[in-house]
Structures are given as C-alpha cells and as structure tokens.
C-alpha cells in the first residue's frame, strides 16, 4: 500500500542551527501538507501546499519556515534556526484530492 | 476555532469489549476524519464521514455524525490489545486543513 515517508525519523540539532525535514509524498497525491505534535499536545497544522504554491499557513508558520518541493517526488520543511520550542514530531501529509490526507511516520526533531 | 474535542480523554476497557468515543466541534465542516496513533508513531487514517453522511462503517469501526448537534462517535467493537492507541478526530471546513482534537487514549486489558 502506497505510503507517506519522511527522513530522518529522528534528529538532534543544536538551537540556532538549520534544519531541513524530508518527505515523500503519496505519488499521485497533489496536496501535501506539515503538521507538528509537540510531545503531550494536539497535532496542530503548518502548511499545505498545492500546485507548487502555499495555499494556507498558520500562524505558527512564521518566517523560520519554508516549503520546497525541489522535483517530483520530495517535499520538504526547513527551519532556519531553530528554538528549544521546536521540539516537536513534525508529520508530512498528503492527498489526493483534498478529503482524506494520509500522514508519515513522522520525524522527532529535538533542539538542544 | 473548528477544533474537535474528544471525549473521554482515556478509556480502559477489557479485551473483547466495545469502545466507544465522541467528538465534539464548534463550526460547520465539509469532513470529519479520525486517526489512530500508537505511541510515538505516526498518524494512521481510520476513516472520513462527509457531511452529508451520517453513519459509516469499516471493519470493527463504526462512526457517526451528528451535524446539528456538531459532534461524531467512534465505536471499536470487538476490541483487541493491538487497538491500544490513541485516536482523534480531526475537521475541516473546506479549507484542506485539519483541525485535531486532543484525542482518546484507549487502553485494552487481555
């Protein structure tokens, strides 16, 4: 059964640091989308992207973070320098159509 | 916010029995999904009930949805120790954005 991957499944950065968190959507999925759980809390959403362009953020999504789709396959997040407060499992989804969003493994990224 | 709040926040039930959990959320929405998530893992998507559906069925799982009164229930029957996890629901409203609830944890005794 197709499948959401992410890499790395875990990483340990030092805070100010730059981080970048890979994905590989659902191959014939056109909506892909980053979510973050910081550990104990509700999933809360990032971004969601479609047609090569950011079609909604949170407020959370300031501007340490950015998408990138560099090809075909690869959806990325970065954080540029990153804070204690990221500390978080971030999962990378993706759909079809819009409806049902399938999500990775995830990726736990400490800050230290 | 649209969030949905799950309730209970844990549940602790005996093998072979049914779980039951319910969602509550404030705004009108075009889907209602809900995930299950092992500890530390990732989320697995259960099932989507669209507005305009009342009742749907896979499996073991069996949801419903309530618009007027904005809530959904979940119903495991049967329950096995590998249903051990927790399980959110999650809304959108027409945006393609899911707004998660803080979850149900459910433990199954053997």
């Known amino acids: 059964e197709p499948e959401v991957t992410q890499t790395p499944s875990h990483q340990v950065t030092q805070m100010g640091q730059e981080v970048i968190l890979r994905c590989v959507p659902i191959?014939?999925?056109?909506?892909f989308y980053w979510y973050r759980q910081i550990l104990g809390q509700k999933v809360e959403f990032l971004v969601s992207f479609y047609n090569n362009e950011i079609s909604e953020k949170s407020e959370i999504f300031d501007d340490q973070f950015s998408v990138e789709r560099p090809d075909g396959s690869n959806f990325t997040l970065k954080i540029r320098s990153t804070k204690l407060e990221d500390s978080a499992m971030y999962f990378c989804a993706s759909s079809e159509t819009g409806n049902t969003i399938y999500f990775g493994e995830g990726s736990w990224l400490t800050v230290v | 916010s649209q969030q949905g709040e799950e309730d209970p926040q844990a549940l602790s039930i005996q093998e072979g029995e049914n779980a039951t959990m319910n969602c509550s959320y404030k705004?009108?929405?075009?889907?209602l999904q809900w995930y299950r998530q092992n500890s530390g893992r990732g989320l697995v998507h259960l099932i989507l009930?669209?507005?305009?559906?009342r009742e749907k069925h896979s499996g073991r799982l069996r949801v419903t949805l309530d618009t007027s009164k904005k809530s959904s229930s979940l119903l495991i029957t049967a329950s096995r120790a590998a249903d051990t996890a927790s399980y959110f629901c999650?809304?959108?409203?027409?945006?393609?954005?899911?707004?998660f609830g803080a979850g149900t944890t459910v433990t199954v005794r053997a």
């Open positions: 705004t009108s929405i075009n889907n």
């Open positions: 999650a809304t959108d409203a027409f945006d393609y954005k899911l707004s």
């Open positions: 191959s014939n999925h056109l909506y």
């Open positions: 009930i669209r507005s305009n559906e």
